[in-house]
């Protein structure tokens, strides 16, 4: 990588929150055609970003809201469940754990097979509810990890704002994922997976306002670098 290309300042970045230990010096970041914006891929220990998402929405940002948009990934990968990538597969296993049974082949007992269905049908409906009720308050998880670190290391009083700017520079299904289908709407945890902006901004805010005074805060202060 040369530093005549666009997104080289995301590279400093980058490496500028690994010296401080703010991102795993042995995380990776990573162009990904496959990724629609920017993740935080917890399995192959990376942040994942798309190159055209980046010059379009993100290229003309200041220096301190992308420490924001990379510490709320690494925040992702650190403080997310490891297991909840998992979840969605759980309807398949359970097709492949009784999908061999002979009730189930043809010629097969009809009750048999009407009870597949009906163990089934809950189980996907749990699996993706968990899913996106976990996505959810994952979000907030993420900009907490990224909220303090901008107030205890680089000294930034309001990281709401930068949330703020972040956010509201993104194409709206960035930020909140297209409605649309009873099925959509039968599995989500809230009218989307993500919480809107302005609950995001105002959470980071609270948490400013009365951190200082809470035995979590202290403890997450204490894990920060300085």
């Known amino acids: 990588m040369t530093w ?33 914006s920017i993740r935080g891929c917890p399995a192959l220990n990376c942040i994942r970003y798309r ?45 492949l754990m009784f999908l061999g049974h002979p009730s189930l082949q043809a010629g097969g007992l009809p009750v048999a097979k009407a009870a597949f ?22 979000e907030f998880t993420a900009d907490r990890y ?9 000294r ?3 990281p709401g704002a930068l949330l703020q700017n ?4 993104l194409p709206s299904r960035a930020s909140a994922p297209p ?3 009873m099925i959509s709407v039968l599995f989500r945890s809230e009218p989307g997976y993500r919480p809107s902006i302005s609950e995001r901004v105002q959470r980071v805010r609270d948490r400013a306002g009365r951190g200082d005074r809470s035995p979590a805060a202290h403890r997450t202060e204490s894990s920060l670098p300085r």
Not at 56 to 79: C, I, P, Q, Y
């Open 146 to 154: 990224a909220a303090d670190a901008m107030r205890h290391c680089y």
């Open 4 to 36: 005549a290309d666009r997104d080289c300042r995301l590279y400093r970045i980058f490496r500028e929150l690994q010296e401080k230990g703010l991102i795993d010096r042995k995380r990776r970041l990573i162009r990904c055609t496959f990724t629609p």
């Open 179 to 181: 409605r649309g289908g």
């Open 166 to 169: 972040l956010l509201s520079g």
């Open 51 to 95: 190159r055209s998402f980046y010059d379009k929405n993100l290229s003309g940002a200041s220096d301190d809201t992308l420490r924001f948009m990379l510490l709320h990934e690494e925040g992702h990968v650190r403080k997310g469940s490891p297991l909840l990538s998992a979840l969605p597969a759980l309807p398949v296993l359970v097709c």
């Open 117 to 138: 269905i009906a163990l089934l049908l809950p189980t996907v409906f749990f699996a993706y509810r968990t899913y996106y009720c976990r996505m959810y308050d994952e």
């Open 156 to 158: 930034i009083r309001d």
